[in-house]
């Protein structure tokens, strides 16, 4: 009885210990991509009522491509829709959104996205799970 559980055992921490041992080749195939290695940036999208100038809006582009923290502007005359991109730690949405409201001296909100639906299959695996193997494998990476 003994004997057999220590077999067990044994044949046990050997499986754990190949299958460590084959996570870290996996990790060290090829080399982290760039996103691993970059600072994470946010986006937000504002709707704009009036805003229809193109003169207007490529004011405000520039404006609020100007401001700190803001990595990327693109005004849409069109759909009435800011897109900005920005530094999380160096400003944050709501300041934002008051700024392209002192700007364009418009009625101002958050872009809704209601009633769209996905087009396309949707992963049935949770992105905090792929994120969390990302980041154990990028900590097992030793290139």
């Known amino acids: 009885m003994k004997k057999g559980l220590i077999k067990t055992a044994k044949i046990s921490l050997y499986s ?78 709501s300041s934002l959104k008051s700024l392209v409201g002192t700007y364009s001296a418009k009625k101002v909100e958050p872009a809704s996205f209601d009633g769209i639906t996905a087009s396309g299959p949707e992963c049935p695996v949770p992105l905090s799970y792929i994120q969390a193997f990302e980041r154990a494998k990028y900590a097992f990476c030793f290139r």
Do not use: R, W
Not at 47 to 56: A, I, S
Not at 74 to 91: E, G, H, K, M, R
């Open 16 to 93: 754990l210990g190949f299958l460590f041992m084959a996570f870290v080749v996996y990790a060290n195939l090829e080399p982290a991509p760039m996103h691993a290695y970059v600072k994470p940036i946010s986006m937000t999208i504002i709707k704009v009522d009036g805003l229809d100038e193109t003169t207007n809006s490529e004011a405000l582009q520039k404006q609020m491509s100007q401001q700190k923290g803001v990595t990327a502007c693109t005004v849409n005359p069109a759909s009435q829709l800011v897109s900005i991109t920005f530094d999380p730690d160096a400003t944050n949405e």
